[in-house]
């Protein structure tokens, strides 16, 4: 059983002890304690349930490759699924409970797909659950479901703030090992600005616990000194628990910073993502040791011996009294020298290699610690825990030489290099076979803009594994990053360490060598998801040949650590089964992020009111006063009727559009868009835009205008007025007007950038306020100033003047059919003009009305809106517009479009207008069928219904349809869907249902 | 798949892998051969995703050719089938999509039997949420339509999209829920077997499979195609598909003409997995975005496309902000779940956003390409539809509608009202 050593542990406070829950039990611990070192330390080995067979799983790892260790963390609004144990900075009352387990975690029926392991292998679910057809959706699926899935679901809305900081650097290293410390010295040595983040809350990486010395100094202390000189450069930042997340081209970077999660709550925001644009990276992200595969080495005990050495020296836990060491490598001599000082026993390292000597292997057997050389594990003994291992020759079929009895294992199959950051952007790798393992091929690195170098790898992270060899590396790296930087190189010397020498390692991917079937499917590769050797065996024999093939097939390396402990494994597991060379089988790419991310952070500020602007208009606080009902138009909200007390949507809508009809009503226009255009060839310009003429347009003058796509499809309209000589101001629908500034921008610069003209949208720079109905002469009168008879400011005209005090601008147009004023006035005082006209129109009867009577009265006129009446297959032509697009000139957008077959084919669906025979109104969206059916079997159709509504003003439903040879067929009866599987009948008659002559308007 | 319901070696079932299981598993057969290239073959398929594959199944199924060669320069499904996020519909608006579209879908339904393959198809229903009253007008036109072309859809209100749905937050606040578009028969399926499955009975019938061999080059003569130079030789043919999506535009140079294409990054993502809290398919088209669970239990998610053409297979960070802004806003449990894995596939573009089935100026070659960000639900339906064009030289019903000539006529087919977001 793991424990917690009487002494030792150089990151925890023994003074300090703290208390949390596992699971409901409360668990004693230490300030600087992880959640796993904790647990580890109060003796709870069993942390959690893999994937696929729910093994029971305790710790593998020591950091953020950590595969197993992972639980649902915290309660209610800070509760956050699959933590890693690991990671999580333990704090006093942290919850944390185990997961993929029902009813318990000791208990799992789920483990009851471990006793059927032998029929479940990679891709089962491929080859069965086929039949009966119904079964795998209603059967199948949902208990796949129901047993796969981690952590629980959150369920509360997050508790907590992220914010994103933005920032630049010359030079931006990732890890704070002592490559990462050095690499930043030199840089910052050189003047550069630094940005040095390390993941942990701890500098120094591995080597303090490795021990080495240099400079004459303990690891530690040199980490000390560099430090202090570092905070003394100005030019250097420095940043903890920040992880270097993502790196995409041309020196973006993505960094987490977590400010909070080790301390729930107390100062938002609780992440911080950094956006770093660089002028180069660094990577100095050390390197993840690698598992071995030998039969049930996922039993709850089996770590890394990296992990074992962090858990004693850093946090002062046993791994368990006895611990067997099995190694390729020399460096898991460390870990039993390490387990040797804290006083536990090492009864035996079990080496792979034949012949083992060199230093390390001495100085262990000189402790009396049994090194055995050509041997392997043919199988750990136990269940929940280890009691012992089973050694045989790793060269032979796994026949058991003895038992050693023991409560841990710590295994090394050598180093891999981090290269995530690097492979993120397009750099590639190289197999080195000296040290089995694949590192940065500096040949092909990533590149920035300018096509050199953007990535510099350093230290273990470059292939590096001893400390004088990772720091002469990372000090060498850093001064070519410098020097590529422009930078003047300082003067200073590479740290000096002294080094026990190493034995190479012997590549050991399966153990032992000639293991048979039955141990085969018991040697994990990806100990979360359940991938063993056998599966990717299979999956070579199947002829899921390419590794991505072998990866989907079995679904290696793709858990929350995302292989980082598997895929090399695995890879030559896959080489080996292909009989090819582990760099020819190649390498799956590496995709951000380096670790999960946090999503709250990735959305940063934005979530609620401020997920997208929420654009108000400057009568906004008007409509609130009188309980508009409001409706989201794009990001602006606006009324869509203005409800009084007992009425609802309809009946409002109703009284909205009979008293602007018969008396006058408000509208509040200022969504639409205002873009001015200006300069000498603005006339010019319009005449491409708009399919009419607006050059031609007198000063003073308005004009409704229509623009199309270079396809011809009508994307936009509004009433166009020419201000000056030079300028015009172009109305745009509401959704239109950043579109539509966009697409006079991109013809601009794109096509005409020669051409004189400036356009500026000034939509939100103007209130503006429809005044209409028969009273509204009458109302503006009444607030005195400019003329606005008939005579001064005829219909389609506009001009500049004065009401009641107020600068504003008139036009005399109309969306509605009646009498009707548009005042445009600058933002600030809109608000103050809508009140005036409120209480002078009173006695009037004015009232406002929202969007939905505004389209009623649109619809009774015939007018078309676009995206009812348009949908981006739609022709001015196919909308009884023709007179609006232009024979006399020789070009506009859309003008050749327009030209071709389909476009001027007579039996394209027209305009016209629907009358059911009932006087009922027509669903949204309703089609007319037609006789028969099509080649598809689908229903043939003549027509659809484009916009309906009832209309108050004839009391009976009307409807704008687009129907085939529609105008051809005036006074038809047709069949329209009713929306109920059948049909009603209507009579096809002209879109304009109120004051053909236009008589109402124009007074 | 030939063979019948029995024990022959071949056949995948619950018997068989018991069988294997006695014998750990030793006598599993490659799914598909691996043959050295044929100097020629009666049809050469250019690409070895959902689309070339189909073709070539149906080429066989349909029309008894099967002297056919599948040409992939990678592995299988490399491309935009192994990393679509699955989402199968047919609820599209115009006659040729639905269609299409359908035909496909309905396909779908029996796909695992008809290839002895579980690709797990789950029809868990997809809903389109209108969140203006612009999108509720659009989707009330589409369930319409749907009425009429044989494609069971229908509006429902917001209380049923929660009933459905309990994680989304309908009550805004930017953009309340008013509605949804709901096909309780559209779902998802598992996107690499559904390749593997088509390959699998491909090769079952004879047809070559001939990965990692990447087409370099398009021979013709006066009468039309005669060949591909690939990285593997010479291989002679007088009818050639070009099925390869992204690279549309590559591969028609090398035969001397134009496409009508853009290529774009389009991104997704998955988060960690979780125990299931949804059961359907959800896209938001107004805030842009679009989720489901999948049966490993990840959040799969998908948004638009950057705003650049490129050829990388990395998208920027912008995009995935914005997406997952989007869906934290509908679905604000989210927030404090991780990011597990982004990534990016290039997806050929048309300027109507729809695909091209068609003969092209050169005679013998025919393509099959322009699906966009939204092909995968397509596979079988445009196979059935692009082999029935190969095998009899011109276009049956299906693929009538989508020949290249539309784009001369103006003959669009445009989506846009029915899909912001066309996944
Ligand atoms: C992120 C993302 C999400 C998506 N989500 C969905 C969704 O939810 N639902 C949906 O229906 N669709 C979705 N799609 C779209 C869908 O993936 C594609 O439309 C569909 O997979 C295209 O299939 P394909 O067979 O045409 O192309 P691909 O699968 O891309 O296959 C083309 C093949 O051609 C090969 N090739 C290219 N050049 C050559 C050459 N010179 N020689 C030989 N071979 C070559 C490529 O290697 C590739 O394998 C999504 C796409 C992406 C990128």
Not at chain 1, 535 to 546: C, H, K, R
Not at chain 1, 804 to 821: A, C, K, N, Q, T
Not at chain 1, 906 to 912: A, E, Y
Request: hydrophobic share 40%; charged share 20%; aromatic share 8%.
């Amino acid at each position: 059983m793991s424990t917690r050593l009487a002494s030792g542990g150089r990151l925890i406070d023994r003074e300090t002890p703290i208390h949390f829950l596992f699971n409901g039990r409360k668990f004693p611990g230490y300030a600087g304690d992880t959640l796993a070192s904790a647990l580890l330390g109060a003796g709870q080995q069993l942390m959690g349930r893999s994937f696929k067979y729910h093994r029971p799983r305790s710790v593998v790892a020591s950091g953020h490759e950590e595969p197993n260790a992972l639980v649902n963390l915290g309660d209610g609004g800070r509760f956050e699924p699959n933590q890693r144990a690991t990671v999580t900075e333990l704090y006093d009352g942290l919850e944390a409970r185990s997961q993929n387990h029902w009813p318990s975690l000791e208990m799992d029926i789920g483990a009851l797909n471990d006793l059927a392991a032998r029929f479940l292998p990679a891709g089962f679910y491929y080859k069965t659950f086929i039949h009966p057809r119904w079964a795998w959706k209603h059967l199948f699926e949902p208990v796949i479901r129901r047993s796969a899935g981690l952590g629980r679901a959150p369920v509360e809305r997050d508790a907590d703030r992220y914010e994103h900081y933005h920032t630049h650097c010359d030079l931006l290293i990732a890890g704070g090992g002592i490559a990462g410390l050095q690499a930043a010295l030199v840089a910052g040595r050189a003047g550069l600005s630094v940005l040095l983040l390390e993941q942990s809350p701890h500098w120094g990486g591995r080597s303090p616990v490795d021990g080495a010395t240099i400079d004459g100094a303990e690891a530690d202390d040199w980490v000390k000194i560099a430090l202090q000189e570092l905070e003394s450069l100005d030019n250097v930042r420095l940043r903890l628990r920040c992880q270097v997340a993502g790196l995409y081209d041309h020196g973006y970077a993505l960094a987490v910073e977590r400010l909070a999660d080790h301390q729930p709550g107390a100062i938002p925001p609780r992440q911080r993502l950094w956006r770093i644009r660089a002028r180069h990276v660094l990577t100095a992200t050390g390197a993840i040791e690698r598992p071995l595969a030998f039969a049930s080495n996922d039993t709850p005990g089996v770590m890394l011996a990296s992990a074992v050495r962090d858990y004693v020296v850093n946090w002062g836990v046993s791994p368990g009294d006895r611990t067997v060491i099995v190694t390729n490598n020399d460096d898991a001599y460390r870990t039993a020298i390490a387990l040797h000082e804290a006083g536990l026993v090492v009864p035996m390292v079990v080496d792979a290699r034949p012949g083992v000597g060199g230093p390390l292997a001495e100085t262990v057997r000189a402790l009396g610690i049994r090194v055995e050389s050509g041997k392997a594990i043919a199988k750990v003994l136990g269940g929940k825990s280890v009691g012992g291992v089973a050694i045989a020759a790793q060269a032979g079929e796994g026949a058991v030489l003895e038992t050693v009895p023991c409560e841990a294992v710590a295994m090394s199959g050598g180093w891999s290099p981090v290269v995530h950051l690097w492979s993120h952007c397009g750099g590639k790798l190289i197999w080195d076979e000296v040290s089995a393992l694949f590192r940065p091929d500096p040949a092909r690195p990533p590149t920035g803009a300018d096509g050199s170098a953007m990535v510099t790898p350093a230290g273990s992270a470059n292939g590096a594994l001893l400390a004088d060899a990772v720091l002469a590396d990372a000090d060498a790296q850093a001064r070519a990053a410098v020097k590529a930087l422009g930078a003047r190189l300082p003067k200073s010397a590479v740290p000096q360490v002294e080094t026990v020498a190493e034995q190479p390692l012997a590549a050991t991917w399966i153990m032992p060598q000639g293991a048979g079937p039955a141990l085969r499917a018991k040697m994990w590769l990806d100990f979360q998801n359940d991938v063993k050797v056998s599966d990717v065996q299979l999956a070579a024999q199947e002829g899921y040949a390419s590794v991505e093939h072998a990866k989907r097939y079995t679904t290696l390396g793709m858990a929350t650590d995302q292989g980082k402990l598997s895929n090399i494994n695995g890879l030559a597991v896959l080489a080996g089964a292909l009989d090819q060379r582990i760099p020819s089988v190649g390498t799956t790419t590496f995709r951000p992020p380096y670790t999960p991310l946090t999503m709250g952070t990735i959305a940063g500020e934005a979530r609620g009111v401020l997920f997208q602007p929420l654009r108000k208009t400057a009568l906004h606080s008007a409509h609130e006063a009188a309980r508009a009902d409001f409706e989201p138009v794009g990001q602006w909200r606006r009324p869509y009727c203005y409800p009084r007390p007992g009425e609802d949507r309809q009946a409002a809508v109703v009284r909205e559009v009979k008293n602007t009809r018969q008396a006058v009503g408000l509208l509040d226009a200022s969504t639409l868009g205002k873009i001015i255009v200006s300069g000498p060839d603005a006339g010019r310009f319009l005449d491409m835009i708009y399919t009419n003429m607006m050059s031609t347009l007198a000063p003073g003058k308005c004009r409704y205008g229509l623009i199309c796509s270079e396809n011809g499809f009508l994307i936009d309209d509004g009433v166009v007025a020419r201000i000056d000589e030079q300028t015009w101001l172009c109305h745009t629908t509401t959704g239109g007007a950043e579109r539509i500034h966009g697409h006079m921008e991109d013809w601009l610069q794109c096509e005409w950038w020669d051409w004189q003209v400036h356009t500026a949208n000034v939509t939100e720079q103007f209130a503006q306020i429809g005044v209409v109905g028969p009273k509204a002469r009458l109302l503006l009168e009444t607030l005195g100033g400019m003329d606005v008879s008939k005579e001064a400011l005829p219909f389609m005209h506009w001009a500049d003047g004065r009401l009641g005090g107020f600068p504003v601008r008139v036009y005399r147009i109309s969306f509605s059919g009646e009498l009707s004023y548009e005042i445009a006035l600058p933002a600030s005082q809109g608000l103050a003009l809508w009140q005036r006209l409120m209480a002078a129109g009173e006695e009037l009867g004015v009232m406002p009305y929202g969007t939905e009577a505004l389209h009623v009265m649109r619809a009774e006129k015939g007018f078309i809106m676009i995206g009812d009446e348009t949908d981006g297959t739609i022709i001015p032509q196919d909308l009884g517009l023709s007179w609006a697009v232009s024979k006399k000139k020789a070009d506009f957008l859309g003008k050749r479009a327009q030209q071709r077959s389909h476009m001027t084919d007579p039996d394209r669906w027209k305009l016209v207008g629907l009358e059911t025979l009932d006087g009922s109104v027509l669903p949204d969206g309703a089609h007319l069928p037609a006789a028969g059916e099509n080649a598809n079997g689908q229903r043939n159709v003549q027509g659809r219904v484009t916009s309906t509504y009832y209309s108050p003003t004839l009391d009976r439903g009307i409807a704008l349809a687009l129907v085939h040879r529609g105008p051809d067929r005036m006074g038809e009866e047709v069949p329209v869907q009713d929306g109920k599987g059948g049909t009603v009948a209507a009579r096809i008659v002209s879109p304009v249902f109120f004051d053909p002559k236009g008589e109402k308007q124009d007074v | 798949m030939p063979g019948s319901r029995g024990f022959d070696v071949k056949r995948y079932s619950v018997f068989a892998i018991a069988r294997e299981a006695l014998r750990w598993h030793r006598g599993w057969e490659r799914a598909w051969a691996t043959p050295e290239p044929k100097p020629e073959y009666d049809v050469v398929i250019v690409g070895g995703g959902g689309h070339g594959l189909a073709t070539a199944y149906y080429l066989g199924k349909n029309h008894g050719i099967t002297n056919v060669a599948v040409v992939e320069k990678g592995w299988l499904g490399g491309g935009n089938t192994g990393r679509n996020t699955t989402i199968i519909r047919s609820n599209y608006l115009q006659d040729p999509s639905a269609a299409i579209y359908e035909k496909a879908r309905s396909l779908y339904e029996t796909m695992s039997q008809d290839l002895n393959m579980n690709v797990m198809f789950s029809p868990r229903g997809v809903m389109m949420l209108a969140q203006t009253e612009h999108e509720v007008r659009g989707y009330k036109r589409t369930e319409m339509a749907n009425a009429l072309q044989g494609v069971k859809t229908e509006f429902i209100g917001p209380e049923r999209v929660k009933e459905l749905c309990p994680i989304i937050h309908i009550e805004g606040p930017r953009y309340p829920v008013l509605g949804a578009l709901w096909q309780a028969r559209g779902g998802t399926a598992r996107h690499d077997a559904v390749a593997w499955g088509y390959a699998r009975a491909c090769s079952a019938m004879g047809m070559h499979i001939l990965q990692n061999t990447e087409v370099t080059g398009i021979t013709r003569d006066a009468s039309g195609v005669t060949g591909i130079e690939t990285s593997r030789g010479r291989i002679a043919t007088r009818k050639l598909g070009l099925v390869v999506a992204g690279h549309s535009g590559q591969l028609a140079e090398m035969a001397g003409f134009r496409l009508p294409i853009e290529s774009l990054a389009l991104q997704a993502l998955v988060s960690e997995p979780i125990k299931p809290c949804m059961d359907v398919v959800v896209m938001a088209n107004t805030v842009h975005g679009y989720m489901s669970q999948s049966d490993k239990g990840e959040m799969v998610i998908g948004g638009g496309t950057d705003g650049f053409n490129n050829f990388t297979q990395r998208g920027s960070f912008h995009h995935i902000e914005e997406t997952v802004r989007a869906l934290i806003e509908t679905f604000p449990m989210l927030s404090r779940l991780k990011m597990l894995r982004q990534w990016g596939g290039i997806v050929d573009m048309t300027g109507d956003r729809s695909p091209i089935i068609s003969t092209t100026p050169v005679p013998g070659i025919f393509v099959d390409c322009g699906w966009g960000t939204g092909g995968f639900k397509a596979i079988p339906g445009s196979g059935w539809a692009m082999a029935e064009l190969m095998a009899k030289g011109q276009p049956g019903p299906l693929a009538e509608a989508f020949g290249l000539s539309r784009f001369r006529e103006g003959r669009f087919i445009d989506e846009s009202v029915a899909a912001g977001v066309a996944h």
